[in-house]
């Protein structure tokens, strides 16, 4: 009799392939009374991770509807199945598999709204950090702010796009999707400073502005930075976001 | 270990019924009086780093006893345990001391793929003495009793050499664990195996039950037409199933039961109205055994 090991391996090996033949450690297998009954497991398995993968990435289901992501999601779990049980985190190659994904090809923006999916996911698991309030910014020295570092919030990350990423994941909320206004690149902020998951859309240089104190960059330093990305960054602006979006949860001085 | 702990956190009344916990039903669960005497949660959903669902655990655990059910340790796997699960289920639950924690007699890790379900066993001394070592660690790691469940299975193995009663009696023997017994996983597997439920019933080691768990099923058939019942948590309990609950509780009085209803989730009063027959059957019972 094959052994506890060699029983999974068979068993493990049938459930993620379509073409596999039903493992002949069971009951019935060599006159194929086990087929239907083998097949409940190998649907369980796919259709499981499959859900999983649909709610990570609700609005790429909704752009491109059900039985499109279905048959994509499960081509997705066959080839990169989780390596963790931590279902909450599964799917983050899931955009580099659309880009390459020939079907998906007529919807170039898909990978990056999967992206920011990715990124809300991510960010309403996020460790729980207190946010600065905002007399902690008016209490700083006069003339010496560009001195501080800035710790951000745990939750926070930047999705950059050449499509309009956030318009197109806005449109597609519940209700009637409307068309998209305005179509051109959006940077995006994603954060969780306190309950709700906040996305909003930055203005120029403010995304290499909050990168570069994510880096570890003194707010002087990250102003030079920005404004050297983009010649429309304006300091005010960045620190309206940094303050308004509730991102700081720490300030050094660097002297 | 062979004494039942299960007093750490607050404890579950044994007459206690209560329901798998969805987010989606908070405003009723923290808002109505329900009645419940305890929750439900999967592990796996509550080992994020922070955020909403540690926010919502925290006021559930303020409200009511907590029963933690793990869905992915594969304690059935013939791998070792991943270690690194092991230690965020021990993290889980330091920080909210449920009254109970229970896993599955199953496996469902394989050459470190997540295959997510709970898949099936052969019932043998090589099977037992893993599943066995896999108990005695996590209850060392986790420095608690567990509850470990018999399954819902589709499919028999031809190197099986005991029963499933004999073998979870065994277990419990070896491994000092205790025994989450789901009722309408027996009905599942007893029909799709042409087995008797009630013989079953009858032979399980009920003194070492300290969960009960009851849920839906549907039915499909197999390659030769034959009933095949699916454990799918998505319907109401079957009539079948409450009466081998009953059945159950005549041999064990009153112990701490949940309706499991994990797929198209219901409304609440649905759930609290599933979980008000499985106490009425409770009281009966105690009324039954008072006269």
Request: hydrophobic fraction near 45%; charge should be negative.
């Given at each position: 009799m094959p052994g506890l090991a060699d029983i999974q391996d068979d068993f493990a090996n049938a459930l993620l392939s379509t073409t596999t033949p039903v493992p002949s450690c069971l009951k019935g297998a060599a006159i194929r009374r086990a087929?239907?009954?083998?097949?409940?497991?190998?649907?369980?398995?796919?259709?499981?991770?499959?859900d999983a993968v649909a709610a990570r990435f609700p609005v790429v289901k909704r752009l491109v509807g059900d039985e499109f992501f279905n048959a994509m999601a499960h081509a997705y779990?066959?080839?990169?199945?989780?390596?963790?049980?931590?279902?909450?985190?599964?799917?983050?190659?899931?955009?580099?598999?659309?880009?390459?994904?020939?079907?998906?090809?007529?919807?170039?923006y898909l990978s990056d709204v999967a992206r920011l999916e990715l990124a809300r996911g991510r960010a309403y698991h996020a460790a729980d950090a207190?946010?600065?309030s905002r007399p902690a910014f008016a209490e700083l020295p006069k003339g010496r702010i560009g001195e501080y570092c800035v710790t951000l919030h745990p939750s926070a990350e930047i999705v950059t796009s050449t499509y309009p990423?956030?318009?197109?994941?806005?449109?597609?909320?519940?209700?009637?999707?409307?068309?998209?206004?305005?179509?051109?690149?959006?940077?995006?902020?994603?954060?969780?400073?306190?309950f709700e998951v906040e996305t909003r859309r930055l203005p120029a240089g403010t995304d290499m502005f909050l990168l570069a104190l994510q880096?570890?960059?003194?707010?002087?330093?990250?102003?030079?930075?920005?404004?050297?990305?983009?010649?429309?960054?304006?300091?005010?602006?960045?620190?309206?976001?940094?303050?308004?979006?509730q991102l700081a949860i720490g300030l050094s001085d660097t002297n | 270990?062979?004494?039942?702990?299960?007093?750490?956190?607050?404890?579950?009344?044994?007459?206690?019924?209560?329901?798998?916990?969805?987010?989606?039903?908070?405003?009723?669960?923290?808002?109505?009086?329900?009645?419940?005497?305890?929750?439900?949660?999967?592990?796996?959903?509550?080992?994020?780093?922070?955020?909403?669902?540690?926010?919502?655990?925290?006021?559930?655990?303020?409200?009511?006893?907590?029963?933690?059910?793990?869905?992915?340790?594969?304690?059935?796997?013939?791998?070792?345990?991943?270690?690194?699960?092991?230690?965020?289920?021990?993290?889980?639950?330091?920080?909210?001391?449920?009254?109970?924690?229970?896993?599955?007699?199953?496996?469902?890790?394989?050459?470190?793929?997540?295959?997510?379900?709970?898949?099936?066993?052969?019932?043998?001394?090589?099977?037992?003495?893993?599943?066995?070592?896999?108990?005695?660690?996590?209850?060392?790691?986790?420095?608690?009793?567990?509850?470990?469940?018999?399954?819902?299975?589709?499919v028999d193995f031809e190197s099986s050499t005991m029963s499933e009663v004999d073998f979870l009696r065994a277990v419990v023997k070896r491994a000092g664990c205790?025994?989450?017994?789901?009722?309408?996983?027996?009905?599942?597997?007893?029909?799709?195996?042409?087995?008797?439920?009630?013989?079953?019933?009858?032979?399980?080691?009920?003194?070492?039950?300290?969960?009960?768990?009851?849920?839906g099923h549907f039915e499909d058939r197999d390659d030769l037409d034959a009933p095949l019942l699916i454990d799918a948590h998505g319907t109401p309990v079957a009539e079948t199933v409450w009466h081998l609950y009953a059945r159950t509780l005549a041999r064990i009085g009153a112990i701490p039961t949940l309706i499991e209803w994990d797929n198209d989730v219901p409304s609440f009063p649905v759930l609290v109205a599933e979980a008000a027959r499985a106490r009425g059957l409770m009281a009966a019972e105690i009324k039954r055994r008072g006269r």
């Open positions: 087929d239907r009954r083998f097949a409940v497991y190998r649907n369980n398995v796919a259709a499981g991770l499959i779990v066959l080839r990169e199945p989780p390596f963790s049980p931590l279902l909450i985190h599964y799917g983050e190659t899931f955009p580099a598999f659309i880009e390459e994904f020939e079907a998906a090809r007529p919807l170039p207190e946010p600065l990423v956030l318009s197109i994941w806005e449109v597609n909320q519940a209700g009637a999707a409307r068309p998209v206004e305005h179509w051109g690149a959006e940077s995006v902020l994603v954060a969780r400073p306190l880096s570890g960059s003194t707010i002087a330093e990250a102003v030079e930075a920005a404004s050297a990305a983009s010649a429309d960054f304006s300091p005010s602006d960045g620190l309206a976001v940094l303050i308004g979006a | 270990m062979s004494v039942l702990s299960f007093d750490t956190g607050a404890t579950i009344p044994a007459g206690g019924v209560g329901v798998g916990f969805k987010p989606e039903h908070a405003p009723e669960v923290f808002g109505t009086d329900h009645g419940l005497g305890f929750f439900e949660v999967h592990a796996e959903n509550y080992m994020g780093d922070g955020g909403p669902p540690h926010r919502m655990l925290a006021e559930l655990r303020a409200l009511a006893p907590l029963s933690l059910h793990g869905v992915a340790l594969s304690i059935g796997g013939a791998a070792p345990l991943d270690r690194e699960h092991l230690a965020r289920l021990k993290r889980l639950i330091d920080r909210y001391e449920p009254a109970l924690f229970s896993e599955h007699l199953a496996w469902s890790t394989h050459e470190g793929v997540f295959l997510n379900d709970l898949l099936p066993v052969p019932y043998t001394a090589e099977t037992l003495a893993r599943v066995c070592d896999h108990i005695d660690e996590v209850q060392e790691t986790l420095g608690r009793t567990m509850l470990l469940e018999n399954p819902s299975t589709y205790g025994l989450l017994l789901d009722v309408n996983n027996v009905y599942v597997s007893a029909v799709n195996h042409g087995t008797e439920p009630m013989a079953y019933l009858d032979d399980f080691p009920m003194e070492h039950v300290g969960e009960i768990h009851l849920g």
